[in-house]
Antibody, heavy 130, light 107 residues
Framework: QLQLQESGPGLVKPSETLSLTCTVSGGSIRSSSYYWGWIRQSPGKGLEWVGSIFYSGSTYYNPSLGSRVSISVDTSKNQFSLNLRSLIAADTAVYYC??????????????????????WGQGVLVTVSS | DIQLTQSPSSLSASVGDRVTITCRASQGISSFLAWYQQKPGKAPNLLIY???TLQSGVPSRFSGSGSGTRFTLTISSLQPEDFGSYYC?????????FGGGTKVEIK
């Protein structure tokens, strides 16, 4: 059974960089045609897609995060990571790593990087505060 | 960006009631819409995709309909375990966006 587990700091100072890692077990990042990614959830903004990555390194990001966000993959460790720079208080949220869902038929998604979430990590609360 | 507006923002219903949640898109998204259920303290869980396709393992009392800009999620007979929040998501274009959520409480 596929499992995803986030790891990283729970408290980060403003202007610093957040680094989160998602470790995948029960399946290989390389052995599938799914996209992997990050979604965050804050009380003020609800659910927000952060970005997605394919094992080859192809990425898609939410433009609202500009150049602050990057996602990378380490297939040797079966992990992918999120870096979010120049943190502000509004980045405080629960961060979930995720994987696309299986889906059949048409209209699953029109976006090249998928985004229909079938598997979620348990989430990690990140607070941005001095 | 495509905005998704859900209504109502919250509701309270009795076991056995028929419950309907609406999601309106700011522009046409064909049938590229999904619905998720989230229990407190847990990650969301995919219920329906492609507007009306039930995800494997999801009870048949859940159904989805709609296309273009107006979509509905229906629970035909509300069960005690259906409490939680429900979110729609559009997959027509980037950035992927979600509705603001509907909180369902059991009377």
């Amino acid at each position: 059974q596929l499992q995803l587990q986030e790891s990283g700091p729970g408290l980060v100072k403003p202007s610093e960089t957040l680094s989160l890692t998602c470790t995948v077990s029960g399946g290989s990042i390389r052995s599938s045609s799914y996209y992997w990614g990050w979604i965050r959830q804050s009380p003020g903004k609800g659910l927000e897609w952060v970005g997605s990555i394919f094992y080859s390194g192809s990425t898609y990001y939410n433009p609202s995060l500009g150049s602050r966000v990057s996602i990378s993959v380490d297939t040797s460790k079966n992990q992918f990571s999120l870096n979010l720079r120049s943190l502000i208080a509004a980045d405080t949220a629960v961060y979930y790593c995720m994987r696309d869902s299986d889906c059949s038929g048409g209209y699953c998604f029109a976006t090249p990087g998928g985004g229909l979430v079938g598997h979620w990590g348990q989430g990690v609360l990140v607070t941005v505060s001095s | 960006d495509i905005q998704l507006t859900q209504s109502p923002s919250s509701l309270s219903a009795s076991v056995g009631d028929r419950v309907t949640i609406t999601c309106r898109a700011s522009q046409g998204i064909s049938s590229f819409l999904a619905w998720y259920q989230q229990k407190p303290g847990k990650a969301p869980n995919l219920l329906i995709y492609a507007a009306s396709t039930l995800q494997s393992g999801v009870p048949s009392r859940f159904s989805g309909s709609g296309s273009g800009t107006r979509f509905t999620l229906t629970i035909s007979s509300l069960q005690p375990e259906d409490f939680g929040s429900y979110y729609c998501q559009q997959l027509r274009s980037y950035p992927l966006t979600f509705g603001g959520g509907t909180k369902v409480e059991i009377k």
